[in-house]
């Protein structure tokens, strides 16, 4: 059993940053891709970005893309999200992912094996 703990979701203002982080319990970490998703009310929860077991491939979605870096410290059994230049768009809950495997990046909601609880991040305008 892995836990996920978020943290550092909050209000800002268009084009301000805030930077989320999720520690996870348990040794398997650090053999295990992560990803973060991002969900408003009334639509499926949607992948962010999304990192391998060694830090070494990262992927986002494009609305993302050049803002949002997704980084993890194996040490510390811990990724994050640095978000820069946020925009009202971008207000949404977003979960912390943990994969099936090191094998493939989180991609789909059926990538994860364990959610995070989820932490809010409001832009306003």
């Known amino acids: 059993q892995v836990q996920l703990v978020e943290s550092g979701g909050g209000l800002v203002q268009v084009g301000g940053s805030l930077r989320l982080s999720c520690a996870a319990s348990?040794?398997?970490?650090?053999?295990?891709?992560m990803g973060w998703f991002c969900q408003t009310p009334g639509k499926e929860r949607e992948l962010v970005a999304t990192?391998?077991?060694?830090?070494?491939?990262?992927d986002y979605v494009d609305s993302v893309k050049g803002r949002f870096t997704i980084s993890r410290d194996n040490a510390k059994n811990t990724v994050y999200l640095q978000m820069n230049s946020l925009k009202p768009e971008d207000t949404a809950v977003y979960y912390c992912?943990?994969?099936?495997?090191?094998?493939?990046?989180?991609?789909?909601?059926?990538?994860?094996?364990?959610w995070g609880q989820g932490t809010q991040v409001t832009v306003s305008p």
């Open positions: 348990g040794r398997t970490f650090s053999t295990h891709s």
């Open positions: 992912a943990f994969g099936n495997s090191y094998l493939t990046l989180v991609r789909l909601q059926s990538d994860v094996q364990y």
């Open positions: 990192i391998s077991w060694k830090g070494a491939r990262t």
